[in-house]
């Protein structure tokens, strides 16, 4: 097996951190598809002890509409607690929910994912 630089396919800077996103490959579907952090799995915070989350990440109990009358969304990136920093169409953003905020206070990670 062979190592190789690998570059990212975008890189998203969001709450003070860096995301590198990289392409994997599907044999099946013939294409590449960008792979982003699980933050269910693994989850991160900001400084402040908010959780990232990815806007394709299904919603939880706090969830709610974005828009005023609108049905409750099925994912993060329809929520109302979603903020996106930089466009409407960032993929990965913060929960600004303050029933899921972390309030003890961890240690930041050094390292850029």
């Not at 799995?41 to 402040?48: A, G, L, M, N, R």
Request: hydrophobic letters at 20%.
């Amino acid at each position: 097996m062979c190592s190789q630089h690998k570059e990212p396919h975008k890189v998203i800077r969001v709450g003070g951190r860096v995301f590198r996103i990289y392409a994997e490959y599907d044999e099946e579907l013939g294409e590449s598809y960008p792979v982003y952090p699980d933050f269910e799995k693994s989850p991160e915070y900001t400084d402040e002890g908010r959780p990232f989350a990815t806007a394709e990440s299904e919603s939880c109990p706090y969830k709610r509409p974005n828009t005023s009358g609108k049905p409750c969304p099925s994912d993060c990136g329809g929520c109302g607690w979603f903020y996106r920093e930089q466009t409407p169409y960032d993929p990965i953003g913060i929960c600004m929910c303050d029933a899921r905020r972390r309030v003890d206070k961890p240690m930041r990670k050094e390292r850029e994912t």
